[in-house]
């Protein structure tokens, strides 16, 4: 940026100081004005989106889905180091599957509840 700056400047010294007719002098500061505007907009748009991005980061327990945080740290359940819940991926779409007569049996795959053999039925609410 200090840079620009500086090479504006020696831009708009050099168009004062040679004899150049007013309206070439006017039409290129006029766009030099532009330019420097349109330069500094999108890098306020930049900053702005990266803050965005970081707020939307939410963390989440690999072994009790429902358990989310906006901060790292530990799932109060059961001490796991939450991990970084990506929406869009695979991981944040995945379908929980749990014992009928076991409801603390819980799984990410269809199968059998290692207590009771039972077929591992889908949570309620949740699509495939």
Do not use: W
């Amino acid at each position: 940026m200090l840079y620009l700056n500086a090479v504006i400047i020696a831009i708009v010294n050099k168009i004062f100081t040679n004899k150049t007719n007013k309206m070439k002098r006017l039409i290129i500061l006029m766009l030099l004005v532009v330019s420097t505007t349109a330069i500094f907009a999108q890098t306020a748009n930049q900053e702005k989106q990266k803050k965005e991005h970081k707020t939307k980061t939410t963390y989440r327990c690999p072994m009790h889905p429902e358990v989310t945080s906006n901060k790292p740290g530990k799932c109060p359940k059961c001490g796991t180091q939450l991990v970084i819940n990506r929406t869009g991926s695979k991981q944040a779409e995945t379908v929980t599957y749990t014992c009928p007569t076991h409801p603390d049996v819980t799984s990410d795959k269809a199968g059998t509840c290692p207590k009771c053999g039972m077929a591992l039925v889908q949570k309620k609410g949740e699509k495939e």
